[in-house]
């Protein structure tokens, strides 16, 4: 089993800064990519930026500039660095991570979600 663990959500005014952590434990083998969703209120769950193994990431329009992913591959955490916040990025933030894991003796490859923590921006 694969456990992710997020932290670092909270209210914060518009134009302010938020970081986002989200460490991964368990029986991995290996992480092939890892991810930040979000989902306000009324709304359906959106990629907001990823990040592969190799380092390659990719941002939803609405936060290319402003927000920065990152990852510590020895600590299996990935990060989100979210600047110049505005009341639109209100909502939950969920940790994704497409992990290659040890079930007994046999690896399989799994999609693994962390609890949720809230953003709020205020305007």
């Known amino acids: 089993q694969v456990q992710l663990v997020e932290s670092g959500g909270g209210l914060v005014q518009a134009g302010g800064s938020l970081r986002l952590s989200c460490a991964a434990s368990g029986r991995i083998f290996s992480i092939l990519s890892m991810g930040w969703y979000r989902q306000a209120p009324g709304k359906q769950r959106e990629l907001v930026a990823s990040?592969?193994?190799?380092?390659?990431?990719n941002y939803v329009d609405s936060v290319k500039g402003r927000f920065t992913i990152s990852k510590d591959n020895a600590k299996n955490t990935v990060y989100l660095q979210m600047n110049s916040l505005k009341p639109e990025d209100t909502g939950v933030y969920y940790c994704?991570?497409?992990?290659?894991?040890?079930?007994?003796?046999?690896?399989?490859?799994?999609?693994?979600w962390g609890q949720g923590t809230q953003v709020t921006v205020s305007s």
């Open positions: 994704n991570a497409r992990v290659s894991a040890w079930f007994r003796a046999d690896l399989f490859e799994s999609d693994y």
């Open positions: 990040i592969t193994s190799s380092g390659s990431t």
